[in-house]
């Protein structure tokens, strides 16, 4: 998988939090055949907390609202 983060926006943050929204996209580079996937474009917003001194993802909630297919080149499928 090939993931890629495309927008990063801080919503807030403190000395023990922070809120980011980003949008992230999602490529299968290598799939057996077994399996289907759908490179995704996608929002989320991830909810981040201090421990030992670095910010730590602790909830991430995805905007499934926000969800678009792209083919291999990242490109939206109309």
Known sequence: MDYAILDLSVQSISHEEAEVEIIQ????????EVYEY?????????QLVVE???YMISVTETLTDTIVQV????NPIQ
Do not use: M, P, R, Y
């Open 25 to 32: 996209q999602s490529i299968a580079t290598e799939l057996a």
């Open 71 to 74: 083919e291999q080149n990242g």
């Open 38 to 46: 759908n490179n995704n474009q996608v929002k989320a917003i991830h």
């Open 52 to 54: 030992e001194s670095e």
